[in-house]
């Protein structure tokens, strides 16, 4: 039913701009609250940013904030990541994340019902 597919990842410059985006493919409406994690090889996956289902409300890593922003478009069932400014450190794959059962921004993956395949990120100097 719910079918999320991120893309628009790659390998970029530092400094540099690139924004991603994960269509729900399964559904008609958007779900609520959506996410954005990443996970840089050998390490945890993380939280990068999220936005609740009225859009009003977002929330970001200490890592990202100033340089990253979530947004959606509920017409289109998309949610993207707009990144700027662009580091090494960034480098990761990163996942989209949603859920029906929640409306507020939350860094919690335990809240987070649907998860996409992700997409890779390489950050070069």
């Known amino acids: 039913q719910v079918q999320l597919v991120e893309s628009g990842g790659g390998l970029v410059q530092a400094g540099t701009s690139l924004t991603l985006s994960c269509a729900d493919s399964g559904r008609t409406s958007s779900f609520y609250t959506a996410g954005w994690f990443r996970q840089a090889p050998g390490k945890e996956r993380e939280f990068v940013a999220s936005?609740?289902?009225?859009?009003?409300?977002?929330y970001y890593a200490d890592s990202v904030q100033g340089r990253f922003t979530i947004s959606r478009d509920y017409a289109k069932n998309t949610v993207y990541l707009q990144m700027v400014d662009l580091k090494p450190e960034d480098t990761a794959v990163y996942y989209c994340?949603?859920?029906?059962?929640?409306?507020?921004?939350?860094?919690?993956?335990?809240?987070?019902?649907?998860w996409g395949q992700g997409t890779p990120l390489t950050v070069s100097s």
């Open positions: 936005i609740a289902w009225s859009g009003g409300n977002t």
């Open positions: 994340a949603g859920t029906e059962r929640y409306t507020d921004a939350t860094s919690r993956a335990y809240m987070y019902d649907y």
